[in-house]
C-alpha cells in the first residue's frame, strides 16, 4: 500500500485513520467536503481533495491512482432516515471498479450484529442506510472488509479484540484511534478480506 484515499475524512474516525496511515509511511488523498474541517497540522502531509461522495465524477477522479480505499462516511450526529452513506459506497465501489482498486475497508454499525427488534429506535433509520452499504460491498467482488463498530470512544489506544465473521460484537466500545488504524492495517490483511470483523478494546481491569 502505497497510496489510500479516505472517504469521510475530517469525521472522528477518518481523522484517526490518516493519522495511522501517514505513521505507516502511506501517501493520503483525504476527500474532504470542506478542507477547512481538516486539521492544519494535517493539511501539509496529506493530499487534500475536495468532492461530494454523491457526485460520481469527483469520487472517479479521488479512487484514480490509489492501491485502496477507506470508508469512514457518517452523518456526524445527524440520525434522519439518509441514502448518503450507501449512495456515496455504491460511487465508491463503480469508481474502484472502473480504476482497478481492489482492496476496500470500511466502517459499518455494529448495530447490524443486532436483531433489527433490538435496535434503539433512535438509530433504526440510520442502521437501515450501514445495512445498505454492508450490502453494496457484498455484492461488489472487491477484497471488502466490513469493520461492524460498536461504541467508537475516545479513549487512548490499547489491546484489542479482533473477530471474523462473529455472530455478535466482542465487547461494548473501541478507541477512536484503534479503529483508524485497523481500517488502515486491514487494507493488506488478506485473512480479513470478504469478511465481517467485529473489534472492541480489551475491557479495562
Known sequence: MKKVVIFGSTGTTGLCAVQAALKKGISV?????????????????????KGDVLEPDSVNQAVEGTDGVIIALGTRENLEPTSDMSEGTKNIIEAMRAKYVKTVTACISGFLFFEPEKIPRQFVDIT????????????SGLNWVAVFAPHISE??????????????????????????????????????FKTVIGLCNVPAQ
Open 29 to 49: 488523498r483525504a476527500f474532504v467536503r470542506d478542507p477547512s474541517k481538516l486539521p492544519e497540522d494535517l493539511k501539509s502531509k496529506v493530499e487534500v481533495f
Open 155 to 192: 479513549d487512548p489506544s490499547r489491546d484489542i479484540i479482533i473477530e471474523i465473521n462473529p455472530e455478535k460484537s466482542p465487547g461494548r466500545c473501541i478507541s477512536k484511534h484503534d479503529l483508524g488504524k485497523f481500517l488502515v492495517d486491514g487494507l493488506t490483511e488478506e485473512k480479513y
Open 128 to 139: 437501515k442506510d450501514h445495512k445498505r452499504m454492508y450490502d453494496e460491498l457484498k455484492q
